[in-house]
């Protein structure tokens, strides 16, 4: 996805811009807000943006609702530091689309603008998502290692494509169950194990790899080159 993010604290800015570049999207930051209404206005399009609420310059109710003026359609996230009802509703009025309260963490960011994504009719996830010589298209449910097709179910589909999108980050069991599971409150996370096991056996086993590492007390991550 095409995202653009205007945020002030330019340290969350950048780290917006590295965690979502690191999901396969690409980023164009703006650290106040009139370079973030120029941007929203003529700057993309955008399939997706993010907009912090207080800002120097126009804040992003404002800017959000300049866009809407203006017939743009983008959906829009709005970040802020507050959780008041008031705000949220004020970033609804303005035509917002959703609200995120800082801090956040990256895998609800990333639900929230797949979600957001889905609603606009857009693919959210890339078609195709690849670590070395391991590919996994999750729409398509098609996995290969090198030139070798594997068979995997849709469950094994989403714990990998979880994994795939933050290559070489630790992702805790705890977020792969929001991620995968339908009613994952119900759901012991140790399941993730015995998903991470038969994906292993199928994956790497085979191969002589290793891509999936368990980080201890933190989850497992995926190695960025396929193991
Ligand atoms: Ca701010």
Redesign the pocket.
């Known amino acids: 996805m095409r995202i653009l993010v205007v ?3 330019e340290g969350l800015a950048e780290s917006l811009r590295r965690g979502l570049s690191a999901q396969g999207h690409w980023v164009e930051t703006a650290y106040d807000g009139h370079r973030g209404l120029e941007l929203a206005l003529s700057g993309g399009p955008y399939d997706a943006v993010l907009l ?5 310059g126009p804040g992003g109710h404002e800017i959000c609702r300049r866009m809407r003026a203006h017939g743009d359609p983008t959906p829009v996230l709005m ?3 507050k959780d008041g009802e008031h705000d949220e509703a004020d970033g609804l009025d303005s035509g917002a689309d959703d609200y995120l309260t800082k801090p956040f963490s990256f895998v609800v960011l990333g639900a929230r603008l797949r979600a957001l994504a889905r609603r606009a009719g857009t693919a959210a996830r890339p078609s195709t998502l690849q670590a070395g010589d391991l590919t996994l298209d999750p729409g398509a449910r098609r996995c290969r290692r090198g030139e070798r097709d594997i068979e995997l179910t849709a469950r094994e589909v989403g714990v990998l494509a979880c994994l795939m999108e933050q290559p070489g980050r630790a992702v805790a069991k705890r977020d792969i169950l929001d991620e995968v599971w339908d009613s994952p409150d119900a759901i012991d996370p140790n399941i993730v194990e015995v998903y991470v096991s038969s994906l292993r056996r199928k994956i790497d086993t085979p191969f002589g790899r290793r891509s999936i590492v368990t980080v201890h007390g933190a989850g497992y991550r995926l190695a960025p080159d396929g193991g």
Not at 52 to 56: A, R, W
């Open positions: 945020e002030d604290e912090d609420v207080m800002l120097p970040l802020t530091a």
